[in-house]
């Protein structure tokens, strides 16, 4: 894998502020979709602003496409995106001058023809003459990723692309950014929605307080970290958990009637697990009529990271 971006030992330090990073390392590979996740104030912001150059790190460097990004800012800059979580400017603008014009600003020469394919893949071509103040909430968002992609970014950074839209509008957004990397673009998002994490990103860093607590792939992470819940019920309700499963993570309910198993530490060894379980039920003559089960989400697995990382922090 050929990285992107690489950042070392990132701080920030706001004056009179908080410590919004704390020495934070971060690879990004060519051609991934990386979640950066976090509750609210956790850094995430502040990450993309250094690498925009929005924020001036206390510390630590920053290389993209092999370039230092202190040394060689401008050619970096270049082929970086950014999609902020507001438009700032622009209001009064009509959607395809404002796109062009972000072209423009990165010094490359007009092309009304790439714009008018950006604005078509974006739903917005029949909007291109409308003032920006004049759209929807959702086609808003959609003219900064337009502006956005206007220099053909190889590296695009969305902060919160689909905060505050409906659920249709955030799968079409998914399938915009799936579709961007399907051209080759690297895409960094942040996120409060796991849902998209979990739906389309190839790794996940979850970050807070300005730490970053993990990265993985997000497949290995729910394999790792996953939980499966499975209950059972019984064809005869019993008075304790039977002797015979006393090796496996069991409760029973106060009626005796159903049996759950709770396995951590993996959602893949947990799935084996139940299905030594269903055998010793068998051997064991347990009839059951019923079996529900329910395997943790990424949600899940980041909220106990999250509440983790909390404790840790109180003790500390
Ligand atoms: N310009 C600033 N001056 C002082 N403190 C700031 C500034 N910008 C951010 N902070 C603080 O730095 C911390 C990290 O903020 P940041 O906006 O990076 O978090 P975030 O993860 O993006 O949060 P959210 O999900 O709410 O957007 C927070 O405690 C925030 O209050």
Known sequence: MQ????????SKRYADGPTALDTVDLTINKGEIFALLGPNGAGKTTLIGAVCGLVRPSGGTIRAFGMDLAKDWRSARARIGLVPQEMATDMFTKVVDAVTYSRGLFGLKRDPARIEEILTSLTLWDKRD???RHLSGGMKRRVLIAKALAHDPELLFLDEPTAGVDVELRRDMW????????????IVLTTHYIEEAEEMADRVGIIDKGNLLLVEEKRALMARMGSIEASFTLAVPQPRVPAALADFPLSLSEDGATLTYRGHGGADEARAEVAHLVEALVRAGIGFTAIDTHQSSLEDIFVDLVEHSAQKGARA
Do not use: D, S
């Open 175 to 186: 399938r915009q950014i799936g579709a961007m990397r399907a051209n080759g673009t690297t």
């Open 130 to 132: 409308n003032q920006i």
């Open 3 to 10: 990285p992107i971006l690489e950042i070392v030992g990132l």
